[in-house]
């Protein structure tokens, strides 16, 4: 085998986190597969996900107890019309350490012998020739899982005004870890945990808490200082995360597949960031498997209708008066569902050349 050879893939994998790696793994038993990733601090909070995700992970050997999950979650504690908290049923769910998560995934790429792992401090990647470029290693398709930042993206569809996440995550010790879930003047603030760990995370359009002191005031003067039961000691780790819908505005040229919050950034009320872009992950290697060119377009516009359509619809029916933030951020989501209904009509009208984003 030549120099060159040795540096031709047929898929490129960039990004670094979760949904690149679920992508490099995947496409890596099918194909020869290079993932573009760089060396960054893993997110340490803990996150919910549908319990059907577990099955999928399983498929990589990956078991529940390994991301901290020992129980499902069928209730969830929500104050969310007025600040009295009621328990209500949920669709069955598991609370995933997020470190623990990335550290099992990044071991089970390091044991993937077909899987070749580009760490660079500086990925950048281009498109030169007809191929993707990223140094000397080249691939005719690229899975773009970097998140919010995406390659090639043109401007983003994103809120006038964007919600900030700050998340403060440590040990549980004996605090409830199912999910509670309260409306805000200024947003929303929750709390999960897994089995070991517990986050606490205020999502709003103001500054974001610098410590969690402050977000301790913050949730007393609300009056829903309950929100923090049973947690006995400071969450010392902190993370500030944008939170809210966004979507590259222009489409994806063929050769190029967005995958995760590169495609579609889900907002955190959903809870469904990390299920969807791994079933984009497994949904793009089936798509390169099957030579068709770029049908994940479609599938995201039908994504993203169906998710804002739900958002709006728990937004319009949970706002209580206290929550007007919460309030104009539904009727944007509304004006987004239109938009993109009119792009759906478009986009059945073309054909499937990855030029159906009409937003
Ligand atoms: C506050 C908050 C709470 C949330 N809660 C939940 C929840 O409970 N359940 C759930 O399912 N989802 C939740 N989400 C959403 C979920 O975290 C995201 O959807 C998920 O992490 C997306 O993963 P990703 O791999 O697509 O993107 P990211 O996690 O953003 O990873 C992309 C990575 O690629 C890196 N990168 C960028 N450019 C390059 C480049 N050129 N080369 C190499 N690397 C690059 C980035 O730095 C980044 O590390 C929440 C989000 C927030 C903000």
Request: aromatic residues 6%; hydrophobic residues 45%.
């Amino acid at each position: 085998m030549t120099a060159v050879e040795r540096s031709a893939f047929e898929v490129m994998v960039v990004g670094s986190g979760t949904i690149a790696n679920v992508a490099a793994l995947v496409c890596a038993r099918s194909f020869s597969t290079v993932w573009v990733s760089r060396p960054e601090s893993p997110n340490s909070g803990v996150e919910s996900v549908p319990a059907a995700l577990l099955t999928a992970l399983l498929e990589f050997g990956i078991h529940p107890v390994e991301l901290g999950v020992h129980a499902l979650h069928t209730t969830r504690r929500v104050a969310w019309q007025s600040p009295v908290a009621s328990v209500r049923a949920a669709r069955a769910a598991a609370h995933v350490d997020r470190g623990r998560l990335s550290a099992a995934l990044a071991a089970r790429a390091a044991r993937e012998p077909r899987l070749v792992r580009l760490p660079a401090r500086e990925s950048k990647v281009d498109w030169w020739h007809g191929q993707w470029r990223a140094g000397d290693l080249r691939a005719r398709l690229l899975l773009d899982a970097t998140g919010r930042r995406a390659l090639e993206k043109g401007a983003l569809v994103e809120p006038p005004k964007r919600w900030l996440g700050t998340v403060f995550s440590g040990k549980r010790g004996r605090a409830d870890p199912s999910l509670w879930l309260t409306a805000l003047p200024e947003g929303y603030a929750y709390r999960l945990g897994s089995d070991e760990r517990i986050s606490v995370g205020l999502v709003s359009f103001d500054a974001a808490p610098r410590t969690f002191d402050e977000l301790q005031e913050r949730l007393l003067r609300a009056g829903v200082s309950w929100l923090l039961d049973q947690i006995e000691s400071d969450l010392g780790e902190r993370q500030v995360r944008l939170a809210s819908v966004a979507w590259p505005a222009t489409a994806a040229r063929p050769g190029l597949l967005r995958l995760g919050d590169a495609a579609l950034a889900r907002d955190a009320l959903a809870s469904q960031g990390l299920s969807l872009g791994i079933s984009d992950a497994f949904h793009a290697a089936r798509v390169v498997r099957s030579g068709q060119r770029s049908p994940l377009d479609a599938r995201q516009l039908e994504a993203k209708q169906r998710h804002l359509g739900t958002l709006s619809e728990l937004v319009d029916s949970s706002c209580h008066a206290a929550s007007e933030p919460l309030a104009a951020y539904g009727s944007w989501l509304d004006s987004m569902t239109t938009a993109l209904h009119a792009a759906g009509s478009r986009a059945s009208s073309v054909s499937n050349h990855g030029e159906s984003h009409g937003e």
